[in-house]
């Protein structure tokens, strides 16, 4: 079946570190991919998304690019702030079907 | 202007009791869902509503019972509640297979 794989945290970094967290996923045809995050005592917040092979989703800095021929998603950002520390979900929707499919999340804490 | 709001934000109750948990969005979305999410974060979809029909039941005791009166609210009741179902639940909603949006959550503790 469906599903996303993540990297495990947590990861620590210091400030103005570069960040990467790993995103695999299993899929049927051609899935709409995520990254959420969710800061403490909140819900989550779409960071942003791809629809198709080779788009890049990009905000506030973070992106990602749909690799169909590694099925991987992976989510960089250059330099991390203290204020990125937060909990990153990958996730998919297939293209047919209600589903939606997280990962299991990987926290990530910047240190000054 | 929340977009999704849930109420109450905590919940602190026995063990045995009901309860129930509202969830309302505000942004005309056509589906709607509640997550589970344990302490280690790991969120587990439940339910999932599109325009007040049931669409996604996931394996969860028949304690669980969601209500959607409409398309903009969707209601969780519980039944005799033990010890696991301490956790946060957030509900989401989403124009549908779009992005979801997602309210901040209820922390659910059971005595």
């Known amino acids: 079946g469906d599903s996303v794989t993540q990297m495990e945290g947590p990861v620590t970094l210091s400030e103005e570190a570069f960040l990467t967290i790993n995103c695999t996923y299993t899929a049927t045809g051609y899935p709409s991919l995520f990254w959420y995050v969710q800061y403490p005592g909140e819900g989550l917040q779409l960071l942003l998304k791809?629809?198709?092979?080779?788009d890049k989703g990009s905000n506030k800095g973070f992106e990602a690019t749909y690799r169909k021929e590694t099925t991987s998603f992976h989510l960089e950002k250059g330099s991390v702030q203290v204020s990125d520390s937060a909990v990153y979900f990958c996730?998919?929707?297939?293209?047919?079907?209600?589903?939606?499919?997280f990962g299991t999340g990987t926290s990530l804490t910047v240190i000054p | 202007d929340t977009a999704v709001s849930q109420t109450p934000k905590y919940l602190v109750t026995q063990m045995g009791n009901d309860k129930s948990i509202k969830c309302e969005q505000n942004?005309?979305?056509?589906?709607m869902y509640w997550y589970k999410q344990d302490s280690k974060k790991f969120l587990k979809i439940m339910f999932s509503y599109n325009n007040k029909e049931l669409i996604i039941n996931e394996t969860v005791p028949n304690r669980f019972s969601p209500k959607s009166p409409d398309k903009a609210h969707l209601n969780l009741h519980i039944n005799s509640l033990e010890l696991g179902d301490s956790a946060v639940y957030f509900c989401?909603?989403?124009?549908?297979?779009?992005?979801?949006?997602f309210g901040d959550g209820t922390r659910l503790s059971i005595l």
């Open positions: 942004l005309g979305h056509d589906t």
């Open positions: 996730a998919l929707t297939p293209p047919v079907g209600n589903q939606f499919y």
């Open positions: 791809a629809t198709k092979a080779d």
């Open positions: 989401a909603s989403s124009q549908g297979k779009g992005p979801q949006h």
